[in-house]
């Protein structure tokens, strides 16, 4: 450090600032808390975190809507990778059934091409 210069001076843009607790929690009305939106009261329904829709106070934490929305995110993922699982299955269920019956995408392209040379051969006389 040069000399003459005030530690603290020179040191200031390294520290950061004391924010004051209150008005961290406080929203910008002055009330602490967060006023959900009613997507966000549905979420905290659906995810158990009050029972019914007259429960829910006027202002809830953040952290709670968060947390809702989380736990919102994990069961929809479970439900998607749920309904890919049975997606899979029926599909091989239905591929099996269509070889016992002899339909495989070569026959059915097979028949088709078949299908437009006799419509192309018959229009051009």
């Known amino acids: 450090m040069t000399e003459g ?20 929690s406080r929203s910008a009305s002055g009330v602490p808390g967060y006023r959900p939106t009613p997507w ?20 809830v934490s953040l952290e709670a809507v968060r947390a809702a929305q989380s736990t919102l995110r994990v069961r929809f993922s479970y439900v998607m990778i749920a309904l890919t699982i049975v997606g899979c299955i029926t599909m091989v269920i239905s591929g099996k059934q269509a070889a016992k019956r002899q339909e495989t995408l070569i026959n059915i392209n097979l028949e088709k091409k078949a299908k437009l040379r006799e419509e192309g051969a018959s229009a051009k006389p």
């Open 40 to 59: 966000e009261r549905k979420f905290l329904l659906w995810a158990g975190h009050y029972k019914k829709p007259e429960d829910i106070p006027d202002t």
């Open 5 to 24: 210069v005030d530690p603290k001076i020179s040191r200031r843009l390294c520290v950061k600032p004391q924010q004051d607790l209150q008005t961290k």
